[in-house]
């Protein structure tokens, strides 16, 4: 009996999902828990594990919208079933890049093979920060002894974006690259515009000293338990929350409903596209729980393994663009939350202290909300809670 | 009689035979102009014979734990007449190994002072001869403090130690770098009452912090006094001989009687280089070593880029030479070892901790502890540690440092572990020989990513 391949529920909420691509050439034979298909939804990217073995015979070409539960292919026991298969269910041609491109490489037995990279020439630690950032090393020229990519051609690539090339002859536009917007992208698209126009945003800046922020951690490393900003800024910010209750609320409707969980989210880039996976109950946790919970994130969110629930209710997001270099920024809000703080880089920066100057580590922080459901005076107090617990850590507890 | 090079080198240290060298086998017709010594400082001065002492050091803790080994009545008193004697063979002999090396490779030897004379001009004595590019790798020369009264004549560098080729029954030596270390221990192993005093508060400034503290822990028992945050104020002569030095130590004033000051502080060479005649004041260069006249590099101590070390001399003259025919190669400095030939010996490459954690990155460090390790037992090293910092965000290996028997080996592997961009990743796979001092390389890169093998 040929073995379906059904959409598994990812999340709830789920109801259909976009397959984006098969991984396997139609005929070829695939391995349990290969992965077979790609799958995306508008909040995760995720690639599907096959549920046995056999011969892949597509029922729906890549690009398909489908529904949970939809048989989308089968896998057949031998040729003869696959023949069968092929007259009983006739399959929609596989077409699209992907398909083809693992045509040749299922040709040689090797379903999901991606060219060796260890053919290009890189230093491990150029491999390694590529990788961080899905740099491409086959599209670099390598400084180093004998053509080899090092560290420094990887951080060019990274600072300077590569220029377009100039269009031939004149004016027109070339398309480089045409990136359809779906999926991740789609969700980001639709939920940045529906920020902006469904509320009455305003951002309100402060800057504050980071001097015991950076002790912390320091102590916290000497402990053997590191935690990292983001985890410090999500406990900050949940306290804070817990004293200017107004802020954790969403308009549904004719009304505001101010909620009682407190769900921080925290954008991150694993470098394809934004994802706002939720410390569920941050005021109830403490550093080193919220620390640990979003190490776990991060690592689902770089294996693509982030739910669809991981991603989903959250009620007020965090984005901290420091590691960028930034100083500071507007960030918008991720509705249907109300709010949103965004952290730039700590700097030493000479302040004047009772009459004299001293050298000081401080970041900014920049508050974004609702100014329809959210006062300006109850946005600044909320802030300077939040920047006085950066300040005073102690004040937290 | 005006001889036109391509390139002209003056100073035959290691960084001026490396450039030479190198120059010549490019092609380019090379002269290298040398005042003094062939081999430089690094050879007659300095490297070769302070590590035949800290051999005889080390060779003479050997003995005193022979017994250990089941080797009956051995014992070494250190002879420096001897010492000495074997010194000079040493040096003379590779002396003249340098110089037929360089005729070998055909380097034309002019000796005598050089001097710049204009651009792409060299004198050497009442000769002008004409360069494309020259290349200055004429070292550093001593600095004498300036305290008053360190113009006596009991106030020496260690090189006149070398020509008196006498132990003094007592020395004050100022600074704790790795060279003042070494001639302490030398001096203290000969019996001598040596007293080290260091401005700064720990051994081994500039490495990483760690490895100094625990040089001193393991010099706990050692006769060698050492005074930190310690100025010299005045010395006097002592009428009945030596001197009357009057140290400040911590904040608080005490006069102490040496019968030698001993000085380490060495500054770039420029005197009477005819710099002036290029419009040079220093021989501070770029990344790819021209100084800021075009056709002019420098390299080694000269270019007052300190820490001084043959080994970083020695691959700027490589590249100078390159860069001088065209190439346009940088140097980094970063991956150049420290070492200081110590018991035990110590050795630093790349950031150290603080350094790192100053630079921005986001830091995790590892470490292993070496007297642990079977080899450390079979020699019986009681101290020592590898320690590695790393970079957690991408795992790159920022910096090696070592405080273990063999780290001045050992480190050539952090270096070229460094110089290859790895990251800890792989120096915690290398399946390093065991037993050996170098396997806790690999254990210190497993702790720092959480997963040391041996760490109970
Ligand atoms: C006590 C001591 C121990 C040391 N031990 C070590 C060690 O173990 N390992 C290590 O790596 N480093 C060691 N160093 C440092 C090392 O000696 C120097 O870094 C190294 O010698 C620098 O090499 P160089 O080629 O730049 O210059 P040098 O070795 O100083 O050579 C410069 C040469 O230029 C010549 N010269 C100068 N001016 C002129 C001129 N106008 N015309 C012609 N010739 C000229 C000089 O006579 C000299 O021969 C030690 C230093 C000291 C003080």
Redesign the interface.
């Known amino acids: 009996m040929a073995i379906e391949i059904a959409v598994p529920k990812l999340g709830l909420t789920m109801e259909e999902a976009v397959l984006v691509a098969w991984k396997a050439a139609p005929g070829a034979r695939v391995r349990k828990e290969e992965i077979v298909l790609v799958l995306e939804t508008d909040k995760v990217t995720y690639e599907m594990p096959s549920p046995g073995e056999g011969l892949l015979h597509p029922l729906v070409p890549a690009g398909s919208r489908i529904a949970v539960g939809e048989v989308v292919g089968f896998l057949a026991a031998d040729a003869a079933e696959l023949a069968r298969l092929a007259l009983e269910k006739p399959g929609a041609a596989v077409t699209g890049e992907e398909a083809a491109a693992v045509a040749p490489a299922a040709a040689a037995a090797t379903p999901s093979a991606a060219p060796p990279s260890s053919r290009i020439k890189a230093s491990p630690a150029a491999r390694a920060i590529a990788r961080a950032h899905g740099i491409d090393l086959a599209a670099l020229t390598g400084s180093g002894p004998a053509g080899r990519i090092v560290r420094a051609d990887v951080m060019r690539a990274l600072e300077e974006p590569r220029p377009a090339p100039a269009a031939p002859g004149g004016s027109a536009l070339t398309v480089l690259e045409e990136i359809p917007i779906v999926g991740v992208r789609r969700a980001i698209f639709r939920n940045m515009h529906a920020s902006l126009s469904s509320q009455a945003q305003i951002t309100l800046h402060t800057e504050t000293s980071a001097e015991a922020l950076l002790r912390l951690r320091r102590k916290r490393k000497e402990a053997g338990a590191p935690v990292s900003y983001n985890a410090f800024f999500v406990q900050a910010i949940a306290r804070a929350l817990r004293r200017h209750p107004r802020i954790n609320a969403s308009v549904e409707g004719e009304v505001i409903r101010v909620w009682r969980e407190i769900h921080v989210g925290v954008a991150m880039d694993f470098g394809n596209g934004l994802f706002v996976p939720k410390v569920r109950h941050a005021d109830a946790k403490t550093l080193e729980e919220i620390e640990a919970e979003l190490q776990r994130l991060a690592a689902a969110g770089r294996a693509g393994r982030l739910t669809l629930d991981e991603l989903s209710l959250g009620t007020f997001t965090l984005t901290n663009l420091g590691a960028w270099g930034i100083d500071r920024f507007t960030p918008i809000v991720n509705p249907p939350e109300s709010a949103i703080l965004g952290v730039g880089r700590i700097e030493e920066k000479p302040v004047a202290v009772a009459g004299e100057v001293r050298i000081e580590a401080r970041t900014a922080l920049s508050l974004t909300f609702d100014h329809r459901i959210i006062d300006g005076a109850a946005g600044a107090a909320f802030l300077q809670t939040v920047s006085r617990f950066v300040e005073e850590p102690a004040l937290m507890l | 009689m005006a001889e036109s090079y391509d390139v002209i080198v003056i100073g035959a240290g290691p960084g001026g035979v490396a450039a030479a060298v190198r120059a010549s086998q490019l092609g380019a017709k090379t002269a290298l102009v040398e005042a003094v010594h062939w081999g430089g400082f690094c050879l007659n001065r300095a490297c070769v014979p302070t590590k035949l002492f800290a051999a005889a050091v080390e060779r003479r803790r050997g003995l005193a734990a022979a017994a250990r080994l089941g080797l009956r009545d051995v014992a070494g008193e250190i002879d420096p007449g001897a010492l000495f004697g074997l010194k000079d063979e040493l040096v003379s002999y590779f002396a003249m190994g340098t110089e037929g090396l360089l005729k070998a490779k055909k380097v034309s030897l002019l000796a005598g002072r050089g001097r710049l004379a204009g651009p792409g001009r060299v004198a050497v004595g009442e000769s002008l001869h004409e360069a494309k590019a020259v290349i200055l790798a004429v070292g550093a020369a001593w600095a004498r403090p300036d305290f008053p009264g360190a113009d006596l004549e009991a106030v020496v560098h260690p090189a006149r130690l070398l020509e008196e080729a006498k132990i003094p029954a007592s020395a004050l030596l100022l600074g704790a770098g790795p060279w003042a270390l070494e001639w302490a221990q030398f001096l203290s192993a000969c019996g001598c009452r040596v007293t080290v005093a260091a401005r700064e508060r720990g051994l081994l400034p500039g490495f990483d912090p760690e490895i100094g503290q625990r040089l001193r822990a393991a010099w706990k028992n050692d006769p060698v006094t050492f005074l930190a945050g310690c100025r010299v104020i005045r010395a006097s002569r002592n009428p009945e001989g030596g001197l009357a030095v009057t140290l400040s130590v911590k904040d608080r004033e005490e006069t102490r009687a040496f019968e030698r000051v001993i000085h380490f502080e060495r500054r770039p060479a420029l005197e009477d280089l005819g710099l002036e005649s290029v419009g040079l004041k220093d021989l501070r260069g770029n990344e790819q070593l021209q100084t800021a006249v075009p056709g002019i590099f420098a390299v080694g101590d000269a270019t007052g880029c300190f820490p001084d070390l043959s080994h970083g001399s020695t691959a700027m003259g490589i590249l100078a030479a390159e860069n001088a025919l065209g190439a346009a190669r940088t140097y980094d400095p970063r991956v150049v070892p420290r070492i200081a030939f110590t018991s035990p010996q110590a050795a630093s490459v790349g950031l150290g901790e603080e350094e790192a954690e100053e630079a921005g990155y986001d830091v995790v460090t590892g470490t292993a502890a070496v007297a642990a390790t079977p080899m450390a037992m079979i020699q019986g090293a009681a101290h020592g540690v590898v320690k590695v910092v790393g970079d957690k965000?991408?795992?790159?290996?920022l910096g090696v440092h070592a405080l273990a028997p063999f780290a001045t080996e050992i480190i050539g592997a952090g270096a070229l572990a460094l110089q290859?961009?790895?990251?800890l990743?792989?120096l915690a796979r290398a399946a390093l020989p065991h037993p050996t001092i170098a396997e806790s390389l690999a254990e210190a890169a497993r702790e720092a990513l959480g997963w040391a093998i041996y760490l109970p």
């Open positions: 965000r991408y795992g790159e290996l290859m961009e790895a990251t990743e792989e």
